[in-house]
């Protein structure tokens, strides 16, 4: 079995910083690319940035220059650093990976979901 698990949501200021971590376990081989998504509410999850195997990074326009992905490969962890947080912005933040995993019927491959970590931005 594969999970990941995300920390590091909660509270902060408009203008503030907050970092999101995003741990993978289990029977896993290897990890090609990692992304975070975000739902805001009566939205759509939507893409936020993806980093892929060989650390390319990309973004949604609207979060260029203010987020960072990162990925730490001895940890199978993702992380996304947020600065300059805008209200709008509050958001159930889910992370993504796409894994190669050993199972008793041999490997998969597939795309596995954490469960979500809120973030509120607010004064």
């Known amino acids: 079995q594969v999970q990941l698990v995300e920390s590091g949501g909660g509270l902060v200021q408009p203008g503030g910083s907050l970092r999101l971590s995003c741990v993978a376990s289990?029977?896993?081989?290897?990890?090609?690319?990692m992304s975070w998504y975000r739902q805001r509410i009566g939205n759509q999850r939507e893409l936020v940035a993806t980093?892929?195997?060989?650390?390319?990074?990309t973004y949604a326009d609207s979060v260029k220059g203010r987020f960072t992905i990162s990925r730490d490969n001895a940890k199978n962890t993702v992380y996304l650093q947020r600065n300059s947080l805008k209200s709008e912005e509050t958001a159930v933040y889910y992370c993504?990976?796409?894994?190669?995993?050993?199972?008793?019927?041999?490997?998969?491959?597939?795309?596995?979901w954490g469960q979500g970590t809120q973030v509120t931005v607010s004064s």
């Open positions: 993504n990976a796409d894994i190669l995993s050993a199972h008793q019927m041999g490997l998969r491959r597939g795309a596995y």
């Open positions: 980093i892929t195997g060989s650390d390319t990074t």
């Open positions: 289990g029977t896993i081989i290897s990890i090609n690319s």
